[in-house]
């Protein structure tokens, strides 16, 4: 399918009349490296929850939708060092384990509990599935969605650095290395990348040209800040690389605290477990109410119905409105991340899927990033942004975090020094990826497992400087000092 084309959410392969709008999905996929670095609370307990509940059933239904038809249903985003991970031996072994476990917790229900045999059916379909398709990692099972064209793939730098962070040449380095693991690994040389916390520094474009990246992604005020529309895409600049933001009001149908539909009292509440059996047996009810009512399946599904038909309602009104304004093809980009559906959302998938069916009778398309940005003629000049709080940079260069800021600069200035000598090895760059991971100064910012994320900074940062190399998620020796600009050559 040509990239500028944007019908494919039609699996009768009957394209009707003139669709009403497009929409474009785009999913983060992503988690730091954890594996061989704690287990619960923090640590690989993390990996194991976004493998079970959100990756390996949004995976799934992807490849149901895809099997039926549909094409283009999404832009998949799943960083290198996931990836690496969803593949390892090492995790794979861990995650039968821990399936097994989640079996024996629901079947340790009493057998008259009103939620035992569904837990019990979600644990047990969920190992069925990991040992049909995912016994030897993802990446087989990804890499057909991704040749059948059921999904276009994102890339990305290596381990999510904040890349406003980043000296330009260890952001080629960071980049290259993504790129050349996506193509590795999925037999496919990613065009777009999801650019980590949507941050933008003027000029970082210059790198993506480079390495033949030719669109991404930016939260919508960073695009209205510049005088331009949300639901329009641009050139950056005089670069050959384009941009679209995503829509904030409808991706915050799902994304708000406040207003998302996660929220709603029939869903499985995330915070509250059963701490007996290790498992989220409660609904989120009455909010404005302490005591939490037992989770009922049933009702819950009925309020998928609901907010599935919601969300395809709110398109509709978008593109009403968007053709009032004089456009011809209106168009909505929602970008979340990946583990809302199914970890944080237990119902995310199942209201993702059931979306994805409604969109023909509307007459609304499917389109991936990549066609979406095939349209952009205009150029236009952003300012510096991200879609952290604020909306600037400050999660990840704030006071709370000016020591982590300042240990990623030492060590890259180590780096590239190594670079100039000629001794940099594998070792020293795998660390440093690692440490440079912009999770660290989130975790801090938030006060979500603080320690954690500074113990990390500093091991790696000590294992930067001695050539240490007790994880190496990524061949990076391909990368010879011949490779990466100098300090001479960039003067």
């Known amino acids: 399918m040509g990239a500028h084309q944007h019908f ?112 019990l059916g979600k644990a047990q379909s969920t190992l069925a599935i990991f040992r049909s398709h995912y016994s030897r990692g993802a990446a087989p099972r990804i890499r057909s969605m991704i040749d059948d064209q059921v999904v276009q793939f994102l890339g990305g730098p290596a381990t999510h650095p904040f890349t406003p962070g980043l000296d330009e040449r260890i952001h080629e380095i960071a980049i290259r290395a993504g790129l050349e693991d996506s193509a590795r690994r999925y037999g496919t040389s990613p065009t777009g990348i999801w650019v980590p916390e949507c941050a933008y520094r003027p000029g970082q474009e210059s790198v993506y040209q480079k390495l033949g990246v030719t669109h991404f992604m930016v939260d919508e005020p960073a695009v209205v800040a510049a005088g331009g529309n949300a639901c329009v895409a641009y050139r950056l600049d005089e670069s050959k690389v384009k941009v679209v933001s995503r829509n ?27 701490h007996a059996h290790g498992l989220k047996l409660s609904a989120v009810g009455e909010k404005s109410q302490q005591e939490k009512p037992l989770y009922d399946p049933q009702s819950a599904q ?82 510096a942004s991200s879609w952290g709080s604020g909306k600037d940079w400050s999660v990840w260069t704030g006071d709370p975090v000016r020591d982590i800021a300042m240990m990623n600069s030492q060590s890259q200035d180590y780096v590239l020094d190594l670079i100039e000598r000629n001794a940099c090895t594998s070792a020293h760059l795998n660390q440093l990826m690692l440490q440079l991971s912009s999770d660290w100064a989130f975790m801090v910012t938030r006060e979500t497992a603080a320690q954690y994320a500074h113990d990390r900074v500093l091991a790696h940062m000590n294992q930067v400087e001695s050539g240490v190399d007790p994880d190496a998620p990524f061949p990076l020796i391909s990368f010879s000092a011949s490779r990466v600009r100098t300090r001479t050559d960039s003067a």
């Open 248 to 274: 904030a009001q409808i991706s915050d149908l799902l994304w708000s605290h406040e207003r998302g539909y996660a929220g709603a009292a029939p869903y499985r509440d995330f915070h509250a477990v059963d």
């Open 8 to 119: 494919v959410a039609n699996p009768t392969g009957d394209d009707g009349p003139e669709p009403r709008g497009t929409v474009a999905f785009v999913l983060h996929s992503h988690l730091p490296w954890v594996l061989g670095h704690g287990g619960w609370p923090v640590g690989e307990e993390w990996l194991y929850q976004g493998y079970a509940h959100s990756y390996l059933p949004l995976f799934d239904a992807l490849a149901r939708l895809g099997a039926r038809g549909f094409r283009n249903i999404a832009s998949l985003g799943i960083t290198p060092i996931l990836a690496a991970q969803l593949d390892d031996p090492r995790t794979l072994a861990g995650l039968e384990s821990w399936l097994h476990n989640w079996q024996l917790r629901a079947g340790s229900l009493p057998n008259n509990h009103r939620v035992r045999d569904y837990e």
């Open 302 to 383: 009925i309020q998928v119905e609901v907010d599935a038909r919601n969300f395809v309602r709110e398109l509709k009104t978008s593109f009403e409105a968007q053709r009032k304004r004089g456009a011809e093809s209106p168009t909505v980009v929602i970008g979340i991340d990946t583990e809302l559906l199914g970890h944080w959302w237990h119902e995310g998938v199942t209201w993702f899927e059931r979306v994805i069916e409604l969109l023909p009778e509307s007459r609304i398309s499917t389109s991936t990033l990549e066609q979406v940005t095939s349209a952009a003629h205009t150029s236009i000049q952003l300012p």
